[in-house]
């Protein structure tokens, strides 16, 4: 019932930035409540992270501490979008990138991005 689109992935080089985002549509007939827009990552081998979350309502924001001061998420809730800016980046950070939007109906994941930083 709710599609999320994501783009920006790619490949930068460390200290490089790049930009993600995520579009959430809905089928026809399905009313959209967001509680909660995030980021997950997982790299190769390990289990999928947290990176950020924001509310819809409020806005309020939380980081992972790997990408703390790096890492921007943001959204504009009239497109039922979220961006997740990322400065700095490091190897570490190569990984694929998944969004997520929870509601009333539970969640629902994006097909995920990849992000390869490497020199």
């Known amino acids: 019932q709710v599609q999320l689109v994501e783009s920006g992935g790619g490949l930068a080089q460390p200290g490089g930035s790049l930009r993600l985002s995520c579009a959430a549509s809905v089928v026809s007939g399905f009313t959209l409540t967001i509680y909660t827009m995030n980021w997950y990552r997982q790299a190769p081998g390990k289990e999928r992270e947290l990176v950020a979350a924001?509310?819809?309502?409020?806005?309020?924001?939380n980081y992972a501490d790997s990408v703390k001061g790096r890492f921007t998420i943001s959204t504009d809730n009239a497109k039922n979008t979220v961006y997740l800016q990322m400065n700095s980046l490091k190897p570490e950070d190569t990984a694929v990138y998944y969004c997520?939007?929870?509601?009333?109906?539970?969640?629902?994941w994006g097909q995920g991005t990849q992000v390869t930083v490497s020199s």
């Open positions: 924001i509310t819809s309502a409020g806005g309020s924001t």
């Open positions: 997520r939007v929870t509601g009333p109906y539970g969640g629902y």
